[in-house]
């Protein structure tokens, strides 16, 4: 065991020892390895621990302490030696092969990394939004696949730039323009916003339009931002201080032929078609933070004693983490069944879904998207409500949770959108079902 206090760098200690040493990442991991080991398969379970190992060990060494001078962009190159920035896919194409991998695999990466740091994990989240599109639009050229290979390997980090300061939930009628070339090469101009990573990223995966304001001439680049023309300055979002967001001025910034990952008339299907996964992994990383956040509150709960009795057999503490317990685990549960059911099409359908399935699974996505960062929002808020002080100061990182956990219903398309989308789809199912 480390010494009392060494787990986070604080201003003041405000939690007595015993309590902070029993908030260890290890006793933290035990707790939701002890729930989940009856539900998840031997291969989730100890794909789980493999990672978890990993983040015990890699904390002590290192001895990171989650406090607000570390930089968690320094941690990326270690991740990704050992394969834990992605696990959706294999990618055997840039001669990295995993023995596990899919979407239950990443929901186990996402757990154990998110309980170690959330901030790190969502910031390697926004690195897969930019390798899933060079993932399925490669095509075998090779400087697609020296980009594939470093984000993958966390040699660089990546970012996606879908916002514009004038278009958020508006993504398809952008006002970026794209010029194609004599030589197949595109001039980009315009602005882009919000883009997590940015400021540190290499790759940059960018939406453009030929005509602005007309989503079907939309396209899709891959961008290095040493290129000239791409100007960056940082957006700071306080409850995500470690994470460096983007405010991007594009002036004629030449996006070389080889580098166009989908010419006008194919940014808006390449959008569509990432959305699905990336609407999934919020949800995976909401329902990690409920996970993060309750494991704090019912250590400290199990501990921190009031009227001479440990505050849990208040029925008011008690019976308010019993909510938050069962409905997490029951969203866990939703969730897995969706990766298991999402891995088994995939597999079935060679790697590339039926569009009747993937348009299903839209709606899905959106459903988990949405009650899960609902629910986060619910769980972590009262976690550090059942912490009292506890919970809301510096020393623990129940305040982290509390934190990133409000910025999860914009992030991906805001919840107002996801039950725009959802109501769509309960069009379209009333017109397959009443005759
Ligand atoms: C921390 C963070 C990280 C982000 N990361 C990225 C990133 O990596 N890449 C990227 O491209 N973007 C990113 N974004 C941007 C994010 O996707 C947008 O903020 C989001 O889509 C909302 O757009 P907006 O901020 O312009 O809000 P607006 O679209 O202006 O929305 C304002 C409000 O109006 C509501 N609204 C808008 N239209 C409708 C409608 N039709 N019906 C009902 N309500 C509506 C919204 O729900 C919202 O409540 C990030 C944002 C944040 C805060």
Not at 352 to 376: D, R
């Amino acid at each position: 065991m480390s010494e009392p206090g060494k787990k986070r760098k604080f201003v003041t200690q405000a939690i007595n020892d015993e309590i902070l040493e029993k908030l260890s990442l290890k006793n933290r991991y035990n707790f939701l390895n002890n729930n989940l080991m009856s539900i998840l398969t031997p291969q989730q379970f100890n794909f789980l621990k493999s990672v978890q190992k990993f983040c015990l060990r890699y904390e002590k060494k290192n001895n990171i302490t989650h406090g607000p001078d570390e930089d968690v962009y320094n941690w990326i190159p270690d991740f990704g030696k050992e394969g834990y920035i992605t696990r959706a896919h294999n990618f055997e194409m840039v001669d990295v092969n995993y023995d596990y991998w899919g979407a239950c695999a990443d929901f186990m990466r996402y757990l154990a990394i998110d309980l170690f740091d959330t901030q790190f994990a969502m910031g390697s989240g926004a690195t897969v939004l930019a390798i899933n599109p060079i993932y399925d639009h490669h095509d075998n050229v090779p400087v697609r696949l020296e980009a594939l290979k470093e984000l993958v390997t966390g040699q660089a980090a990546g970012c996606i730039l879908i916002t514009e300061p004038e278009r958020g939930s508006d993504a398809v009628h952008q006002l970026t323009t794209c010029t194609e070339q004599e030589d197949g090469s595109f001039i980009l101009n315009g602005d882009k916003i919000f883009n997590t990573n940015a400021p540190r990223a290499k790759w940059a995966i960018t939406y453009a339009t030929a005509e602005k304001n007309n989503g079907n001439m939309m396209a899709q680049f891959l961008v290095n931002t040493s290129w000239e023309g791409w100007n960056c300055e940082r957006v700071f979002i306080p409850w995500v201080p470690k994470l460096y967001l983007g405010r991007e001025k594009l002036v004629n910034l030449r996006v070389p032929k080889e580098y166009v990952l989908g010419g006008v008339g194919k940014g808006r299907e390449h959008l569509f078609e990432g959305l699905i996964p990336e609407r999934i992994g919020i949800a995976v990383g909401a329902i990690s933070q409920c996970w993060g956040a309750l494991s704090h509150a019912v250590i400290y709960a199990n501990l921190r004693k009031q009227f001479d009795q440990e505050i849990l057999k208040f029925q008011g503490v008690g019976f308010t983490l019993t909510d938050l317990w069962a409905r997490t685990t029951n969203l866990t549960l939703g969730l897995l069944k969706f990766c298991e059911s999402y891995d088994e099409k995939f597999e079935k359908f060679g790697g590339k879904l039926p569009k009747n399935i993937s348009q299903a699974m839209v709606a899905s996505a959106s459903q988990f998207k949405y009650h899960t960062t609902s629910l986060s929002k619910d769980v972590c808020y009262e976690c550090a409500n059942l912490m009292g002080g506890a919970g809301l100061c510096d020393n623990t990182m129940t305040h982290d949770y509390l934190n990133i956990s409000r910025i999860q219903e914009i992030v991906g398309g805001s919840r107002q959108i996801q039950q725009y989308i959802m109501s769509m789809a309960l069009r379209t199912l009333y017109k397959m079902s009443v005759m």
